[in-house]
């Protein structure tokens, strides 16, 4: 009888996974105030979660610079050898990226697997990629990234410590490892620019109706609002990198077309090898007529956010596309910073406020929405929608309008 209520319940296939307990390392530096690590970890936990790791305990110390060899100072890396033991850790994960040869002697020291924000984030792209372009672009990525690493993958050529019977063909074999994985490279750059000849081709495709691209920082809510305003179902998920593959939908508003595109999301200390890798992917961005830049108003670094995501556009020559920005979460914004005691007029006032300030600041409309609630969705329908417009009348002056 125990299994009654077990009816049309799938069993799990496969091996359970362990959840990995893990410690998060950050320097305070010349470069990096207190404060700044602090969210930086906070965004390497939340990392660290969606990868599957548990945050065990988190290490600061203030450096004018990373240690060349263990990035940490000496008593820093015996306190976290001496926590290691004492608890079940079996993850250490550093904010920063490090360099072969401080993962060697960390890992030597430690006993315990060593990985950097890089790794982790790289590794969660890995998981998350679906389909054949996503997945090129992370193994690209990957192998870009092991490159100049590939010192710390060879401890088992240690021929080379001199001496009688300890002369080997290691440092050769070595250089074979690195011309395989440069040959890997070329292969799977070659392998994403026919899909992105492909790519292009399905662009070309769509005929001339006016694209608008959903961009901003992770899990801020392209996504949840791609599937308010297209009626579709693109995945959605609380987490960091929910979505990495470009979804684009045709939309209409009243009997006005145009093309709605969700693209990945962008973040802080982003690898620098990822953004290369993904720049095809980006081309949806590049390519589009309209920005719609969606912004977590509850998250306490918005404004950092914004900087990153305006950064990452600059970098793709898009910062001048005309752009809508869409202030989400502004439920999640009400719980957290309004007193229950306030008036609605009140709020409304300080809402209203923050409004002009968002538009002064940043040289665009804007408006505050709910994409869980649907709330003011109306709202950005209609300023959507006199943007389209706007692009249609520039691009046909003369074509008798059917919308």
């Known amino acids: 009888m125990s299994d009654q209520w077990q009816i049309g319940k799938q069993k799990k296939k496969g091996i359970a996974k362990k959840v990995e307990n893990a410690i998060l390392i950050g320097l305070v530096t010349k470069d990096q105030t207190a404060a700044e690590v602090d969210e930086y970890l906070a965004e390497l936990k939340f990392l660290a979660e969606t990868a599957g790791a548990k945050t065990v305990k988190t290490f600061v110390q203030k450096l004018k610079h990373p240690d ?10 015996e306190e976290i050898e001496q926590y290691i033991e004492d608890h079940d850790i079996d993850l250490v994960i550093f904010d920063d990226d490090l360099t072969g040869k401080q993962t060697n002697i960390l890992e030597e020291q430690l006993k315990r697997k060593i990985i950097d924000r890089s790794t982790l984030i790289l590794d969660i792209f890995a998981n998350r990629a679906q389909t054949a372009q ?12 092991m490159l100049p690493r590939l010192r710390g993958l060879w401890t088992h050529l ?9 002369r080997g063909p290691g440092e050769q074999e070595i250089e074979t490892d690195r011309r395989i994985v440069r040959d890997k490279i070329a292969l799977l750059k070659s392998k994403l620019e026919k899909i992105d000849r492909q790519n292009q081709t399905q662009r070309k495709n769509r005929g001339q109706l006016i694209r608008v691209s959903l961009v901003g920082y992770t899990n801020v809510g392209k996504s949840t609002l791609m599937n308010l305003l297209s009626k579709s179902e693109v995945f959605a998920e609380n987490k960091l990198f ?11 508003f009243g009997r006005m077309p145009f093309l709605l595109s969700d693209t990945v999301g962008f973040i802080r200390k982003l690898p620098h090898h990822l953004i290369e890798s993904f720049k095809s992917t980006l081309d949806e961005v590049r390519e589009s007529d309209i920005l719609l830049h969606v912004v977590d108003l509850a998250h306490p670094q918005f404004e950092d956010h914004i900087k990153t995501v305006n950064q990452t556009l600059a970098d793709l020559d898009c910062l001048d596309k005309p752009t809508l920005m869409v202030f989400n979460k502004l439920d999640l914004y009400r719980d957290r910073y309004f ?27 804007n408006v505050f929405v709910s994409a869980i609630n649907k709330e003011n969705i109306d709202v950005l329908r209609d300023k959507m929608q006199a943007l389209i417009e706007v692009h249609y009348e520039k691009r046909y002056p003369y074509q008798v309008k059917n919308w």
């Open 68 to 77: 060349v060899r263990t990035f940490v100072g000496k008593g820093k890396l």
């Open 134 to 145: 996503a997945k090129t672009q992370v193994e690209l990525a990957q192998m870009q990234y």
């Open 158 to 166: 240690e021929r080379q410590r001199g001496g009688i019977g300890m």
């Open 242 to 252: 929910a979505t990495l593959d470009t979804t684009v939908r045709k939309v209409v």
């Open 339 to 365: 007193d229950e005691l306030l008036e609605q007029e009140v709020k409304d006032e300080i809402l209203e406020d923050i409004k002009k300030n968002m538009k002064n600041n940043y040289e665009h409309d």
